[in-house]
């Protein structure tokens, strides 16, 4: 079944603690991205991915770090959490066909809580 | 830069009843336009897009949107709503860089939660 996975689903931490949320995807897909999602906030980009070691800024990439090492995962890396960075978290992707002109399959998100 | 405005965080609506879901852009280049659609505890789908062409885009389940450049516009609309058709309605815009591609930054609105009543 074609999939986007995300491990853990639910995360309470506390702050300072360093925390990495895995995101997999099994569809060959070059474009991978992270949001966050906050009430009245809609989504917002974190990083994104085009390839293999290829990582871009989204619009709100403060206090996070990403990797591409190998196409099917993107994991997002908090190195000290706050708890502003309290939110739901979806990894996503897609094709790479002359840009982001795909359909983004969604992961089943991540509910972060820091304390 | 790129930026995204629903004009209405929530609208309500009866069954069988049409509705428009607003969605303003800003970009001073040309843009490709998403809709998205989040059931309740789930993640997002695709509804429709727009890349170029035609400027009436239809998508799934009866839904349709329009492209309006000069008014920066992609309002959403479906003329006869079902009460499963209650859900968060995000659009979203990625702007082109000068050879026509985008350049894969994804700017999503605040969303409209859509509230179908029977």
């Known amino acids: 079944e074609a999939q986007v996975t995300q491990n853990p689903r639910y995360l309470i931490t506390v702050t300072g603690k360093k925390l990495t949320v895995t995101c997999s995807q099994n569809m060959n897909h070059e474009y991978m991205s992270w949001y966050r999602q906050d009430p009245g906030l809609g989504l917002r980009q974190i990083y994104y991915s085009m390839n293999v070691e290829v990582t871009d800024k989204g619009d709100v990439p403060e206090g996070y770090k990403v990797s591409r090492k190998e196409k099917r995962n993107f994991p997002l890396i908090l190195e000290s959490p706050s708890p502003n960075q309290t939110s739901l978290y979806f990894c996503?992707?897609?094709?790479?066909?002359?840009?982001?002109?795909?359909?983004?399959?969604f992961g089943p998100g991540t509910r972060l809580t820091v304390l | 830069a790129q930026s995204v405005t629903q004009l209405d965080s929530q609208v309500p609506v009866f069954e069988e009843a049409p509705v428009e879901l607003r969605c303003n852009y800003s970009?001073?280049?040309?843009?490709?336009l998403f809709w998205y659609v989040q059931y309740p505890n789930q993640g997002l789908q695709l509804l429709l897009k727009?890349?170029?062409?035609?400027?009436l885009v239809k998508g799934i389940n009866g839904f349709e949107a329009e492209f309006n450049k000069s008014q920066t516009s992609f309002h959403l609309r479906k003329p006869s709503v079902h009460i499963s058709d209650t859900a968060e309605y995000f659009c979203a815009v990625s702007r082109l860089n000068a050879g026509g591609t985008s350049y894969g930054k994804l700017t999503f609105g605040q969303g409209t939660i859509l509230t179908v009543h029977p």
């Open positions: 970009s001073s280049v040309s843009v490709y």
């Open positions: 996503a992707s897609s094709l790479w066909i002359g840009g982001v002109t795909s359909e983004q399959f």
């Open positions: 727009y890349l170029s062409g035609s400027t």
